[in-house]
């Protein structure tokens, strides 16, 4: 597999998402098939390309993945087409050395890359900005360029300085109120919360077939070179039934924790907290993952039947994952709401992100998913604040700060850092096992 382009920003705010959406919405109407990725961690903009879009859609992570762990990724894409988006700016990432930046998935996949520029309000100023991002590394890896919100009068004069810098003009976007998307404190909207959001990816996909040079953009796309690594193979457990919550509350999960439990033998059932009294018959792990339960608070602890249910199978031992979201519903209170009350203690919403970004987790001991001294990376993304973080791990951030999290035995890991089966599967090996072990149990 060789065909992939990635598309990056100067900045958060200018119009890679967008224009990736759009891209993605004009190379499926054209017949492509295509796979798409996004840089970093992320469960939104995946989730779009996959709901909307109606096409693969995963994650490439340089902190969490090796270098041959993201090219093997890509090529799991076969023939298809893969469209990688950006995170943040291009160069941004973990300290001022832009450390697991998108420039860094850009070179260690060896991916032509084309800068989105939003250049509303600017004209000639828009050249130094091309030649800045291109000449501030050796090889920078952009090949081409694209405007956001720009009209069609002002294109050939920004296309002129494109080409003066040695790389290749690929059209533009035109500002359109139309094409908004939203967002709230954790990102994107949801994509089922965006009003007629098939037809604004409908109406971006023509927008894109008009304005952006896409026969340039397949042709850029061939120029990247082959891929050769890929995953090693699962070998299936047996067969479990891993109950999944997954509603309005509970939808931040990575599309590969589904696939590789899958692929170990797990039948995945989903359910929902907010709407369903009990969980699915017959099962033999519990995953609760992160999301908005904070917005649906009253639902939730109206949920009586629910709450109760996973408590008892929780103390039972159930083997349970809960992460983000999904670990503050297994306190006593949420927000003065009560939820689940698993973990002894109450998590309200502070007022800015806490413990945000990459970290490293080591385990202090024995349990479901990890041995002592055992280690794997993660991230953290959320305004919650508890008062029981739990102390079962060592987390320690790229800058050396410390701090004691999560409460992991050997039926459960609960805490704020997402797993991420990819880095490191040996933990969803473990998770499965265990749900092997329960379902002997059960039915004896």
């Not at 600017?122 to 360029?145: C, Q």
Request: with cysteine; proline share 4%; glycine share 10%.
């Amino acid at each position: 597999m060789s065909r992939r382009i990635l598309i990056a920003g100067t900045h958060s705010g200018s119009g890679k998402t967008t224009l990736t959406l759009a891209m993605l919405s004009a190379l499926k109407k054209k017949g492509i098939q295509i796979a798409s990725f996004k840089c970093g961690p992320d469960f939104i903009d995946p989730q779009f390309h996959r709901q909307m879009v109606g096409i693969p859609g995963n994650n490439l992570d340089p902190f969490m993945l090796s270098r041959e762990q993201l090219r093997a990724a890509l090529s799991e894409a076969d023939d298809r087409l893969c469209v990688i988006e950006g995170v943040m700016g291009y160069y941004d990432g973990v300290g001022i050395e832009g450390k697991y930046s998108t420039f860094d998935v850009a070179c260690q996949t060896q991916t032509p890359v084309i800068l989105v520029i939003n250049a509303r309000g600017m004209y000639t100023s828009a050249g130094a900005i091309i030649k800045g991002f291109h000449e501030f590394k050796k090889d920078s890896m952009i090949r081409g360029v694209i405007f956001n919100s720009v009209s069609e009068k002002v294109y050939p004069g920004l296309s002129k300085m494109v080409v003066e810098c040695g790389l290749r003009p690929l059209g533009f976007l035109p500002y359109n109120e139309n094409f908004k998307i939203g967002s709230r404190h954790l990102g994107l909207l949801q994509s089922h919360e965006v009003h007629q959001l098939k037809e604004k990816l409908s109406l971006l996909g023509e927008s894109a077939l008009k304005y952006i040079d896409i026969e340039g953009v397949l042709s850029l796309s061939q120029t990247a070179p082959a891929i050769e690594e890929k995953r090693e193979a699962l070998t299936p457990l047996g067969k479990v039934r891993v109950a999944v919550a997954s509603d309005n509350a509970f939808c931040f999960i990575y599309q590969e924790n589904l696939d590789i439990l899958r692929q170990l033998g797990a039948e995945i059932v989903f359910f929902s907290p907010l709407k369903d009294e009990n969980l699915p018959e017959d099962i033999d792990a519990l995953y609760l993952p992160g999301g908005y339960p904070e917005l649906h608070l009253h639902e939730l602890a109206k949920n009586v039947p629910m709450r109760e249910e996973i408590r008892t199978k929780a103390a039972e031992g159930l083997p349970l994952i809960a992460e983000g979201g999904g670990y503050a519903y297994l306190h006593e209170h949420l927000e003065g709401h009560e939820m689940a009350g698993i973990i002894r203690g109450n998590v309200k919403m502070g007022s800015k992100l806490q413990h945000f970004g990459y970290h490293t987790l080591t385990a202090l001991h024995d349990a479901m998913l990890l041995k002592k001294n055992e280690s794997f990376r993660t991230h953290e993304y959320h305004y919650y604040q508890s008062d029981s973080e739990g102390s079962s791990f060592r987390a320690q951030k790229p800058d050396g700060r410390q701090w004691k999290c999560v409460h992991s035995t050997a039926s459960m890991y609960a805490g704020f850092p997402y797993l991420f089966f990819a880095h490191r599967p040996g933990m969803a090996e473990s998770f499965v096992k265990a749900a092997f072990q329960w379902k002997k149990k059960r039915k004896k």
